[in-house]
């Protein structure tokens, strides 16, 4: 019985795991950020005041990295976006993919436009 009741407590426990931990970018040698499945993480100039920009069209082609709940660390946040979800940001700066990229190492994004580049530390 104890068996049971300890096991049945951990999967509860197990299955309240914030997501934010699946989406949280990983930290390449060079300082690049990138997605758990290796995709190149990317800010947008035009965000301010810890705010997203980038919305409709734009958020199509630049998927925000999203989240459920707020990350843990004094660099990373999360930013409600006009729709109501959650953003991940680092250091105040919401995160993006790009739509361009087609596989894990793909920059196509970097320096688009002048205004879109990949995330680094």
Do not use: I
Request: aromatic content about 10%.
């Amino acid at each position: 019985m104890k068996r049971l009741l300890f096991a049945t407590a951990a999967a509860v426990l197990l299955s309240h795991v914030p997501s934010f931990a699946d989406d949280m970018p990983v930290k390449k040698a060079d300082g690049m950020w990138v997605s758990k499945t290796g995709m190149s993480v990317y800010t947008f100039d035009k965000d301010s005041d810890g705010k997203s920009a980038c919305s409709g069209q734009c958020a199509q082609l630049w998927p925000p990295v999203t989240v459920t709940d707020a990350p843990q660390g004094k660099e990373w946040s999360a930013v409600k976006r006009d729709d109501g979800s959650m953003q991940l940001a680092y250091k105040g700066k919401p995160l993006y993919l790009y739509s361009g990229d087609h596989k894990p190492g793909d920059k196509a994004g970097d320096n688009f436009k002048s205004v879109w580049h990949l995330a680094k530390d």
